[in-house]
């Protein structure tokens, strides 16, 4: 059973999509926020699977939550679900630390079917935020780290950037999960990223995908 907490300011949002969730078999919604000063004490005491997380909230805003959360508990998942895409929200959101980004017009069975790939170890971002992503990458200009990647690490990299998990690279390539896990340490290692989801940003960065 994948526990999740859930953060909106909307009472009508939460109840529809907590009523949703609920009534999956492998989904239960532990506990709700309507506030980011509120969800950063639940996500801390209920360590839930996954936390969805609005941005526009009353107290604290989504992305000092998710800030908050991650600093204080690394491996949290947090998917962002809001109405927003523009630049203040998007790159401050991921940089803070969430692995996913939905946007409310995605339909209830969409944030469903990115909880259970989230859970997975999967990033899910709307095809609008990797369209934003891989625009201003591409112009930053920044000193490429991956040409200390081996081919082997690159090509791990590349499945990473499909959503692919560890173990299905490990079946994918014909190598043991135990190995991937070391590469894909090594990846995160020589391209200075902390998590998953920035490698992911980082091939999109630079025009790997």
Known sequence: MIKVLFADDHEMVRIGVSAYLSAQADIEVIAEADDGTEAVDLALDHRPDI???DLVMKEMDGIEATKQIIEQWPDAKIIIVTSFLDDEKVYPALEAGATSYMLKTSKADEIAKAIR???EGQSILEPEVTGKIMTKMRSSGTK????????REIEILLLMAEGKTNQEISDHL??????VKVHVSNILGKLEVQDRTQAVIYAFK????
Do not use: D, G, R, S
Request: without cysteine; charged residues 10%.
């Open 51 to 53: 936390i969805l997380m």
């Open 206 to 209: 630079h025009n790997l995908v």
């Open 144 to 151: 490429p780290l991956h040409e200390q990647l081996t081919n």
């Open 117 to 119: 790939a989230t859970y």
């Open 174 to 179: 014909y190598i043991a999960l135990k190995t």
